[in-house]
């Protein structure tokens, strides 16, 4: 079963180019399928003012929507004009994320496309974007656009979590790998890779136990990693070339090794935490995504249920 089949492409209402809406174009010429332009527009001063009478408002925003529909229209002619199968949806919704979400679970949509603007680590704290929440609530993977031209043979570059004892970290990272492989093998026969960062050894273990040899933990650590990438890359019959096991903070190993790649996208998985623990600790994904200069593909593990009511209400 070829994968991607209904894409969503989330629209920027901000800018006249849409990356996303481009590589979505560039995946439907490959793997076929429809796409789904989808923009959620709200106008508090609408919703304020007490001169407009309700039935004066609904007027009011149904031009908005009709407009913004038209505008999409302009931002896609080329493609429609070429023959690619694109749906245009504007919705009246005050919180973008749910709205994309809903429209993901109502429509049945495989992947969501959305440009991606670089965040102030403390501002997406205090103020969370819309790409943190889709990386942890949307039900299907989330693919990232940078705003650059696809590199001329890029490859795909997989993060894997190799450290982990828990039991979902390796099915994630066999679905990581599984789906990657066989969106590549489609999609250019691109050239996939794996990457895993092991931790350096820790300051405070190093200076509270004189008897403690960094070197042997590193080693171990290092060992440990190397056991699992080989487990990994030979159940998937991946040469060992095409592995990079280093050391450090992943979010500094991966983009490093994607730049060195000349990487196209970036595939990682995204647990969700939601609350506290998210917003001060981050993902992985969100933790990578700002530090890349390549497309990110984040993929929820199986069994992940979004916290977002799929029911509509009435904004």
């Given at each position: 079963m070829v994968k991607y089949q209904n894409i969503l492409v989330a629209i920027d209402p901000t800018q006249d180019d849409q990356p996303a809406l481009r590589r979505a174009v560039y995946l439907n010429q490959r793997l076929g399928g429809r796409i789904k332009a989808f923009l959620p527009i709200y106008d508090f001063s609408?919703?304020?003012?007490?001169?407009?009478?309700?039935?004066?408002?609904?007027?009011?925003?149904?031009?908005?929507?009709?407009?913004?529909?038209?505008?999409?229209?302009?931002?896609?002619?080329?493609?429609?004009?070429?023959?690619?199968?694109?749906?245009?949806?504007?919705?009246?919704?005050?919180?973008?994320?749910?709205a994309i979400i809903r429209e993901v679970m109502e429509a049945g949509h495989d992947l969501v496309l959305k440009m991606t603007h670089q965040h102030d680590r403390l501002q997406s704290v205090v103020f969370t974007p819309t790409d943190w929440h889709l990386l942890r609530k949307c039900p299907c993977p989330v693919w990232m656009v940078k705003d650059q031209p696809w590199p001329e043979s890029a490859k795909a570059l997989v993060a894997v979590n190799l450290g982990s004892e828990e039991p979902h970290h390796d099915d994630l990272n066999k679905k990581l790998v599984r789906e990657t492989t066989e969106l590549a093998e489609l999609v250019n026969h691109t050239e996939v890779h794996l990457v895993s960062a092991y931790p350096i050894t820790p300051i405070n273990i190093a200076i509270e136990l004189p008897d403690f040899d960094p070197s042997v933990y590193n080693d171990a650590i290092r060992g440990q990693h190397l056991i699992g990438m080989k487990a990994l890359r030979q159940h998937f019959a991946i040469d060992e070339k095409m592995t990079h096991v280093e050391k450090g903070l992943p979010e500094e190993v991966i983009p490093d090794i994607a730049e060195y790649l000349n990487t196209g996208v970036v595939v990682l998985g995204t647990i969700g935490r939601t609350g506290i623990s998210a917003a001060f600790l981050g993902n992985t994904a969100e933790q990578v995504i700002d530090h890349l200069r390549c497309d990110l593909l984040a993929i929820k593990p199986d069994g992940f249920v979004s916290p977002v009511n799929p029911e509509t209400d009435e904004e």
């Open positions: 609408y919703e304020m003012t007490t001169l407009l009478s309700p039935d004066e408002r609904i007027s009011m925003r149904k031009g908005v929507i009709s407009q913004r529909t038209e505008w999409i229209r302009e931002q896609a002619g080329a493609y429609l004009a070429a023959g690619i199968d694109i749906d245009i949806k504007v919705v009246w919704h005050n919180r973008p994320y749910e």
